[in-house]
């Protein structure tokens, strides 16, 4: 019996090593992957540059990567595409996951492999600075070089790392903040004002839980009253410098103390404020625009809402965070010309044009954006484009997953009471400063 | 018939001939030795291997030998605080939901192991919450704690947040995986029940004892190895924990567990290295425990095995 009892807990324990063990092996094989000669020196120093001329007589075949198509804009974009330039040109389009962090593990199991699978993905915003380090992407600075006053600056500033451009913005997302009309007449002209109004007339919702949604929410304020997160050459951090910091969390704690945000928000993400503002109860919810077709759906607030870019942070800025998908170009791509074609057909004015008025993407070029189509089609296409404009990137950095962790870890546990701003963001900081020593 | 007589008559040819033994239960293990070592002991081996290296976030393909003996993560690991306190989250957990699901789990099994009618059904119906998908169970235990309008605050009438305090999240935490993984204990005890002849009770019953004497005297010992076998892997099952804080909580509130932090590290900031050696520290700490299980109730049962 008891022989019998040690073979079956050997088996079990076999089993626990062995699912541990096979996560360590997913992605791990390509850790070191690289060939390990490469030299500690400058982050993206020796990466592969593209050569503009390359899109001119550009042939054969080329595979766009993203996540799950679901509007059909990437189905379109490739319809076009082959249309155009078929049949000596074709695209091919490869869905990924629709969730966000299984893209990103798609992506970089088919890296690490070097496999020339995609020649484009569509990149989030945050991952350039970590593709980019690791030498996957194509450095596109000579062909962005000339053509990046087309493109609104923010999204741009989102596919800049280390002097260099590494892709071309697609479509862009940017917080927004809507407000019930019959709460409120207009969105005031400072956060402040925002969260006393939301205090009388039934609160305000955003995303608090600890995940990436809070790391934004948080940031719009901190780089509202003029924070920064990392040095300028990225490898300090500056959270706790000055008090924009401190001043940006206690207001945020302050809220859920007094009542203007319930307490529950720091458990919301982006589904939880939505129905909580559906509910019709609360004055304002900071979301991105997808909100605004669910909430034209809402039987309680259908008639009665309306949505505009944040407003300033007293003393202080209008800030926003910037979201949406760059595309780069695969260093391992066998077709480094179609790849350019497809780029600059996504850039297109025709395409993004599409894509705003047929899919509700927001686009990346100024212009569109004056487009009657677009404005029939997105009704709040100025507000879009005035909260996109006055947008930040988030921090562009290769440990940009563990500056988000030190940033919305924190600031969830004091919104959450347990510990108080002062302490919150210093122990942010020194999360951050350990971040960039990572190896 | 005729090779028969051949072999016989030459004995050294037939060795050289076919296999001696020793040679065929070589070649008949062989198959599935090399499978075990494709699917277990390479993916250890492979873990542990990196656990020992550490391979750059910033700079394409550079890794190196991890410091002294290679044992530098693990420093690392054993010094950082998030480490302690997810170790004492996952062993208050893994206490108090095995426990639950033990008493929770042999009432269950007791009440299904009961000769009445409708007694397939019930067991059907029991087994329902062990066939959910826990992701599926979490989001369930999601909504129903969900501040303030979710089906407990409306019962009980506050707006405690339960997912966002401590020691509620932790609490949810346990009442989620207790709902869902009480039926799989019962399913164990059920079968160790059934097994037990049921001559036993009837002497039992002659000789006067009450129900309680007859649980306690002879349902309970003649159990305890299918209690102890469900124990075992109920609590490696705890131990690695990760599904319901990941959907519940992403580890707010006091209920980051070793699993979490492991994936955290390996899959979201790819630090190889380190994120392998959380593992490997989540496996010897699920090692010790149980070692621990069979030590002390290991007697017990070795004792009935010479019965």
Request: proline share 4%; glycine share 10%; with cysteine.
């Amino acid at each position: 019996m008891t022989k019998r009892l040690i073979l079956m807990l050997c088996a079990a324990l076999l089993c626990g090593v062995f699912v541990a063990a096979c996560g360590g092996d997913d992605s791990g094989g390509g850790g070191g992957g690289g060939g390990g000669g490469s030299s500690e020196s400058g982050a993206t120093e020796g990466a592969k540059v593209i050569d503009p001329s390359l899109a001119e007589n550009a042939k054969g075949e080329v595979t766009y990567c993203q996540g799950k198509d679901t509007s059909g804009n990437a189905h379109y974009m490739i319809e076009q595409f082959n249309k155009k330039y078929g049949p000596d040109l074709k695209a091919k389009l490869v869905e990924f996951p629709a969730s966000a962090d299984e893209q990103r593990n798609q992506f970089i199991q088919r890296q690490q492999a070097k496999s020339g699978d995609c020649d484009v993905f569509s990149s989030d915003v945050i991952w350039t600075a970590e593709f980019a380090s690791q030498k996957w992407l194509y450095d596109m600075t000579p062909y962005m070089k000339d053509k990046k006053d087309q493109y609104i600056e923010a999204p741009v500033e989102t596919v800049t790392y280390d002097g260099k451009i590494w892709g071309v913005p697609e479509s862009s997302d940017a917080g927004l903040l809507y407000y019930n009309t019959d709460k409120v007449k207009s969105i005031p002209s400072t956060w402040q004002e925002v969260y006393s109004q939301a205090e009388k007339k039934g609160g305000i919702v955003y995303q608090g839980a600890a995940y990436e949604g809070l790391t934004c929410d948080f940031l719009e304020l901190f780089f509202g009253a003029g924070g920064e997160v990392l040095s300028k050459d990225g490898t300090k951090s500056t959270f706790a410098d000055g008090d924009a910091g401190v001043k940006a969390l206690s207001f945020m704690v302050d809220g859920v103390k007094n009542g203007a945000a319930p307490k529950a928000v720091t458990t919301y993400m982006e589904p939880e404020s939505l129905t909580a503002f559906q509910t019709g109860k609360y004055a304002y919810m900071r979301n991105w625009p997808y909100a605004y077709a669910l909430n034209k759906k809402a039987a309680k607030v259908k008639g009665n809402f309306d949505v505009g870019p944040q407003p300033t942070f007293e003393g202080g800025e209008k800030a926003g965070i910037l979201g949406g998908h760059n595309s780069v170009i695969s260093v391992y791509s066998k077709n480094p010309g179609g790849a350019l074609k497809l780029i600059e057909h996504i850039g297109s004015p025709e395409i993004q044009k599409a894509y705003a008025a047929q899919f509700s993407l927001s686009p990346v070029r100024a212009d569109v954006y004056d487009d009657p189509d677009v404005q029939k089609a997105i009704p709040f296409a100025n507000a879009l484009r005035d909260g996109i404009t006055q947008a930040r990137a988030r921090p562009v950095s290769p440990v940009y997953p563990q500056i988000s962790q030190a940033i919305y870890k924190n600031v969830n546990a004091a919104l959450s009471g347990q510990t108080s701003p002062e302490d919150a963001i210093k122990q942010a900081n020194a999360d951050i400063e350990k971040a960039l020593q990572t190896f | 018939m005729a090779e028969a007589t051949v072999q016989s008559g030459a004995p050294q040819k037939r060795r050289s001939r076919g296999l001696s033994e020793k040679g065929l239960a070589f070649w008949m293990v062989t198959p599935s030795m090399v499978l075990i070592a494709l699917v277990a002991a390479y993916p250890i081996i492979y873990a542990i291997w990196l656990s020992l290296h550490e391979y750059s976030v910033r700079t394409a393909g550079l890794s190196r030998w991890a410091g002294p003996f290679g044992l530098r993560n693990y420093t690392t690991a054993l010094g950082n605080s998030e480490f302690w306190d997810a170790m004492f989250t996952t062993l208050i957990f893994t206490a108090s939901s095995v426990f639950l699901e033990l008493v929770i789990g042999l009432a269950m099994a007791l009440a299904m192991h009961a000769a009445f009618k409708g007694q397939g059904l019930l067991r059907t119906v029991v087994l329902v919450p062990w066939a959910i998908l826990t992701v599926v169970t979490a989001i369930m235990w999601r909504t129903i704690f969900e501040s303030p309008q979710g089906f407990v605050n409306q019962i009980v009438g506050g707006d405690t947040v339960w997912l966002g305090s401590e020691p509620q999240a932790l609490i949810v935490i346990i009442i989620a995986d207790v709902w869902k993984t009480a039926p799989f204990m019962a399913l164990l005890i059920l079968a160790g029940l059934q097994v037990i002849p049921g001559d036993i009770y009837e002497a039992a019953k002659v000789d006067g004892a009450t129900a309680w004497q007859r649980f306690r005297k002879i349902t309970l010992p003649l159990l305890t190895p299918a209690i102890l076998v469900a124990l075992i892997f109920r609590t490696l099952d705890a131990l690695r924990i990760f599904d319901l804080p990941y959907v519940l909580t992403k580890g707010a509130n006091g209920t980051t567990t070793l699993s979490l932090v492991a994936q955290q590290t390996f899959a979201e900031n790819r630090i190889y290295g380190l994120g392998a050696a959380y593992s490997i520290l989540t496996f010897i700490t699920v090692m010790i425990v149980s070692f621990t299980y069979i030590w002390t109730v290991g007697g017990n049962i070795r004792g009935l095995a010479e019965d």
